[in-house]
C-alpha cells in the first residue's frame, strides 16, 4: 500500500507538471462542450438526404386520408417511413416500445376517425383530429422539431386539399347556385376570396390550426420535460474527453519502459501488480475529476439538470475503468511512442465517433448504429441519458455499467496478457 | 576484507525470446567485497543478464541466489540486497533529484529523517549535495550519470550492479565515475558491473567474465586471463591474395588466422611480437607481400577476446 501510494504521488507530480497533457484531458472536451453546443448543433443534426431520419407510422385512419399523408410524406428527403416490422403493420404498443428501446426518434400515429373528422370540418369547426407524435425524449429537440415541422405541414396541406371542393361550396354556394356559369369575370375577387380562406384554415379562425398535434414521450419513458442540446452534449463530449486518457496513459507507460524507471522500480522489493496499481490509479482519478467538470460546466453554464447522483457515479466509476482499460491495451500493443500516439488519437476519435459522441447514433445508417455498440462509448452515453434524460436511477444503468465493466475486463485481459515491461 | 563469501551465484541462467536465445546457460559467482566486471560487445546479452538478476526479466531457465536467497523464491527480500544502476537515466526528468530520490526511497519503504539523511549522504557521495532541488531535466549528462548510481546506493545495498555506467559522457566525467565506484568498493561495496570499455575493466575489475553471443567464454582475474590467453596480435591487411610459400615464413612465428573470405585480411597471434615484426616489414621491404597496413597489439583484454571468439571487441 505504502509503494502504491509512492507510485501514485509520483505520477501525480509528474502529471500536474505536463500542462499539454492537462490541457488536452481538461480543456479539450470542455471546450467541443461550448463550441458544438453553440455554434455546430445544428450542422451535425439528421434529417437530411445523406443521413435521413426513420420515422415509424402507425396509420388507425379508416377513411383514405391517413394513405395519402403517407404517400405525401413518401415523398419528403431526410425522413425514411417504417410502416411495418417483419411484414406487420406496426401498432401503436409496438411503435412505443422500439421508441423506448432507441430503435426510432420518432413515431406518427394516425387515429381510426382522422379522414372521418377532416371532412366534417367544413360542417363544424370544433370536429378536429388530433395527430400524435410519439418521442425518444434522448433525441436532440431541434431534430426533432424540424422533422416535426415537416410532418404538420404536409397534413395540414393534405387535410386543406381534401376539404376544399366541400369548402368551395359552402363558401359561394348560395351566390353561384348549381347551374351558375364560371364567373371568370370576378376571378381576381375570388382568387383573393381562396387566398383569404386558405389562410384561415391554416390558422383555424382562432380556434388553432385545423388538425390538434399531441407531443409526447414514448409511454414508460419518464414524460415532460424534453432534452436539450447540452443534456446530450455535455455527456458525449465527457465520454469523448474520458477517452482521450489513451493518449497519456499509454505514453506515460512507454516513456517509463523506454527511459529504464520500470527497470529499476522493478528491481525494487514489490510486485508487478503493486506498480500497475500504483500506476494506472492516478489516471482514474483524472478520469473521474474529468467527468465532474464537464458535467460542472454543463450545470453551471447551461443550467442542466443531473437526475439521481448515485446512478450517474455507477455509470462514470465504469466509464473510467473502461477508458483505463483500454489505455493499458494501447500501451501494450505499441513499441514506441510515436506508435502509441498514433493509436491512441485514432482510437479516441473513431471510437467517439463510432459510439455517437459526435454524430448522434440515430442518424447513422443501421449497420453503423449496430457497430457502435462495439463501442464502450455508446454504453456509457445510454447510461448517462438514462439517467439525466429520462430520469431514471441506480438499478435501471445497471445494464450499462456491467457492459462497461466487462468491455474494462476485456481489455485488461488482453492488455495484461500482451505487456512487457521490457 | 574477506573476499571468501559468495553473494552472488549465478547457476545456468537462461533466456530465450521468440526468436533467439539472448543468455544461454551462464553460471558465476561474485564475492563479498569484489570489484567484478563482466565485459563484452554490444549483445553479448549483459543486460539480459542484468534484468534478470535484478527481476525485471524472468528467467527461462536457471537460478539467481544473492545472499543465500532465492531469487525467484523471496524476491522482496532478495531484491532488497541490490542495488541496481540501469543504462539509461532511470529517473524522472520533470522531478527534481531530491524528489526522485523520495520516490525510489519509499519503494524500498524508507522514509522520514532516516530517508533524508540519507538522500543527502548519497547526493554527498556523487558530489550533487547542492543540486536536490534542481529539476533533473536541466542536468548535464555527466550529474544525470551520477545521480543514477546516487540512486542505486539509496537502500544501502549489499551488492551494487552497474549497466554500463560510463556510455555516453566525456572522459573528465568518466573518471570522476570510476574513481567514485573504486571509493565504494574501498569502503567495502560490493560491485558488479558490465562494460564493453576494455581498459576500464582491466583497471578496476578483481574478476573479469567475458561474455559473447550469450555465453561466458572465459572468467578469471585480468592478469591470469591476459597471461594464459594474451598474445600479441600483429593485424595484417594484403592489397591481393597471398601465396602459401610466404605464409610459410610468416606461420613460424605463430598462428594464422583469417578474417575475411578473399584472404586479405588475417591476424597473426604470437609470442614473440618483436621477431615477427621484423620478419613482416623485411618481407615488405623485398616486396613479396603487399601489404595495406600492419597494427600491432601488446597482450590485453581485447586479444584475449580476438584469440577466443576470432573477432574484435570493439567492432
Redesign the interface.
Known amino acids: 500500500m505504502?509503494?502504491i501510494?509512492?507510485?501514485l504521488?509520483?505520477e501525480a507530480?509528474?502529471l500536474t507538471?505536463?500542462r499539454q497533457a492537462l490541457a488536452l484531458l481538461f480543456a479539450m472536451p470542455a471546450f467541443f462542450i461550448l463550441v458544438m453546443s453553440y455554434a455546430l448543433e445544428g450542422v451535425f443534426e439528421g434529417g437530411s438526404k445523406s443521413r435521413p431520419v426513420e420515422v415509424a407510422v402507425v396509420n388507425l385512419d379508416q377513411g383514405g386520408l391517413g394513405r395519402e399523408v403517407i404517400s405525401d410524406l413518401k415523398g419528403v428527403e431526410g425522413i425514411v417511413l417504417l410502416e411495418t416490422v417483419n411484414g406487420i403493420p406496426l401498432t401503436q404498443e409496438k411503435a412505443e416500445e422500439l421508441i423506448r428501446k432507441g430503435k426510432f426518434p420518432l413515431a406518427l400515429l394516425i387515429p381510426e376517425t382522422f379522414s372521418e373528422r377532416a371532412m366534417a370540418l367544413s360542417m363544424d369547426p370544433a370536429q378536429k383530429g388530433a395527430v400524435t407524435f410519439i418521442h425518444d425524449p434522448a433525441t436532440s429537440m431541434r431534430l426533432l422539431s424540424g422533422i416535426k415541422g415537416t410532418i404538420q405541414g404536409i397534413i395540414l396541406r393534405r387535410v386543406l386539399l381534401a376539404t376544399l371542393p366541400a369548402r368551395l361550396l359552402k363558401e359561394w354556394g348560395a351566390e353561384m347556385g348549381p347551374f351558375s356559369p364560371f364567373p371568370g369575370a370576378v376571378s381576381k375577387n375570388m382568387e383573393r376570396r381562396i387566398e383569404e380562406m386558405v389562410a384561415k384554415a391554416g390558422k383555424g379562425a382562432g380556434n388553432g390550426p385545423e388538425v390538434t398535434f399531441v407531443s409526447r414521450p414514448a409511454q414508460g419513458h419518464a414524460p415532460g420535460r424534453l432534452p436539450s442540446a447540452t443534456e446530450q452534449n455535455v455527456p458525449a463530449y465527457t465520454i469523448f474527453g474520458v477517452f482521450f486518457i489513451l493518449l497519456t496513459l499509454a505514453s506515460s507507460f512507454i516513456q517509463e519502459k523506454?527511459?529504464?524507471?520500470?527497470?529499476?522500480?522493478?528491481?525494487?522489493?514489490?510486485?508487478k501488480a503493486t506498480l500497475l496499481i500504483g500506476k494506472l490509479l492516478p489516471y482514474y482519478l483524472v478520469n473521474l475529476v474529468q467527468i465532474v467538470l464537464m458535467f460542472s460546466v454543463g450545470v453551471a453554464l447551461f443550467g442542466m439538470k443531473l437526475g439521481n447522483p448515485a446512478a450517474l457515479i455507477i455509470v462514470s466509476l465504469a466509464l473510467a475503468l473502461a477508458a483505463n482499460g483500454l489505455g493499458l491495451l494501447v500501451a501494450s500493443l505499441g513499441k514506441t511512442e510515436a506508435q502509441v500516439n498514433g493509436l491512441s488519437v485514432f482510437l479516441a476519435i473513431i471510437l467517439s465517433a463510432l459510439g455517437g459522441m459526435l454524430v448522434p447514433a440515430y442518424v447513422m445508417p443501421g449497420f453503423m448504429k449496430t457497430l457502435s455498440l462495439f463501442t464502450p462509448h455508446a454504453w456509457a452515453l445510454a447510461g448517462y441519458q438514462d439517467v439525466i434524460v429520462r430520469g431514471l436511477g441506480v438499478r435501471q444503468v445497471l445494464p450499462e455499467a456491467g457492459i462497461l465493466i466487462a468491455f474494462a475486463g476485456l481489455f485488461f485481459i488482453f492488455a495484461l496478457w500482451k505487456f512487457r515491461?521490457? | 576484507m574477506s573476499m571468501t563469501e559468495t553473494i552472488l551465484r549465478v547457476e545456468s541462467l537462461r533466456k530465450r525470446y521468440d526468436s533467439a536465445e539472448a543468455v544461454g546457460g551462464i553460471s558465476f559467482e561474485v564475492r563479498r567485497g569484489e570489484f567484478f566486471g563482466l565485459l563484452g560487445p554490444n549483445g553479448a546479452g549483459k543486460t539480459t543478464t542484468i534484468g534478470m538478476l535484478t527481476g525485471w526479466i524472468e528467467p527461462t531457465g536457471g537460478r539467481v541466489e544473492i545472499q543465500g536467497m532465492d531469487l525467484s523464491a523471496r524476491p522482496r527480500e532478495a531484491k532488497k540486497m541490490i542495488g541496481l544502476v540501469p543504462q539509461n537515466f532511470a529517473f524522472y526528468p520533470t522531478l527534481t533529484a531530491g524528489e526522485n530520490l523520495t520516490f525510489f526511497g519509499r519503494l524500498y519503504g524508507m522514509r522520514g529523517k532516516a530517508l533524508e539523511d540519507r538522500k543527502a549522504f548519497v547526493l554527498g557521495i556523487v558530489s550533487l549535495a547542492d543540486r536536490a532541488d534542481q529539476s533533473v531535466g536541466t542536468f548535464s549528462n555527466g550529474m544525470k550519470r551520477r545521480l543514477n548510481i546516487a540512486i542505486g546506493l539509496l537502500h544501502e545495498p549489499a551488492l551494487l550492479v552497474l549497466d554500463e555506467p560510463t556510455v555516453g559522457i566525456d572522459a573528465q566525467s568518466r573518471n570522476a565515475i570510476l574513481e567514485s565506484l573504486r571509493r565504494l568498493n574501498l569502503d567495502g561495496m560490493t560491485v558488479l558491473y558490465t562494460t564493453h570499455y576494455i581498459e576500464e575493466a582491466q583497471d578496476l575489475c578483481d574478476r573479469v567474465a567475458i561474455m559473447d553471443r550469450g555465453k561466458i567464454i572465459a572468467l578469471d582475474t585480468p592478469r591470469a586471463l591476459i597471461q594464459s590467453l594474451g598474445k600479441g596480435i600483429i593485424r595484417m591487411e594484403f592489397h591481393e591474395t597471398v601465396d602459401e610459400a610466404l605464409l610459410g615464413r610468416i606461420q613460424a612465428y605463430g598462428g594464422i588466422t583469417w578474417v575475411d573470405g578473399p584472404r586479405k585480411r588475417a591476424h597473426l597471434e604470437t609470442d614473440r611480437t618483436a621477431a615477427a615484426l621484423r620478419e613482416l616489414l623485411d618481407l615488405k621491404e623485398t616486396s613479396q607481400a603487399l601489404f595495406n597496413t600492419l597494427d600491432v597489439m601488446e597482450p590485453d583484454l581485447e586479444t584475449v577476446f580476438i584469440h577466443l571468439t576470432g573477432r574484435a571487441l570493439r567492432d
Request: hydrophobic share 40%; net charge positive.
Open positions: 505504502h509503494q501510494l509512492a507510485i504521488a509520483k507530480k509528474i507538471r505536463d523506454k527511459e529504464g524507471t520500470f527497470q529499476r522500480i522493478l528491481s525494487a522489493p514489490l510486485s515491461f521490457h
